[in-house]
């Protein structure tokens, strides 16, 4: 089974910036689609942004044009640049092989205050 390490989140003010990491274990991740996800204390894990084998990329509203998930193969790492940061961005981030419903992580929590 897959693996996935998060990191990078952390305390930031309100309009700034952070890049998280996502490293997964095994051989075969160039071959998934992506996704990053997010859970906010009390609130159901949602879906924050998909990155395909190919390099397309799809958001939702909430984070499009504000977020931005790369992917480098060759060290079978996921990112997300997350800029103009709201405090309603402040979350627990988890990775994943998009659509999965198992396998998570421990996650990275981003907390988004003045």
């Known amino acids: 089974q897959v693996q996935f390490v998060e990191s990078g989140g952390g305390l930031v003010q309100p309009g700034g910036s952070l890049r998280l990491s996502c490293a997964a274990s095994?051989?075969?991740?160039?071959?998934?689609?992506m996704a990053w996800y997010r859970q906010a204390p009390g609130k159901q894990r949602e879906w924050v942004a998909t990155?395909?084998?190919?390099?397309?990329?799809n958001y939702p509203d909430s984070t499009k044009g504000r977020f931005t998930i790369s992917r480098d193969n060759a060290k079978n790492t996921v990112y997300l640049q997350m800029n103009s940061l709201k405090p309603d961005d402040t979350a627990v981030y988890y990775c994943?092989?998009?659509?999965?419903?198992?396998?998570w992580g421990q996650g990275t929590q981003v907390t988004v205050s003045s």
């Open positions: 095994g051989r075969f991740f160039s071959a998934y689609i």
């Open positions: 994943n092989i998009a659509g999965s419903t198992g396998g």
């Open positions: 990155i395909y084998t190919g390099g397309n990329t």
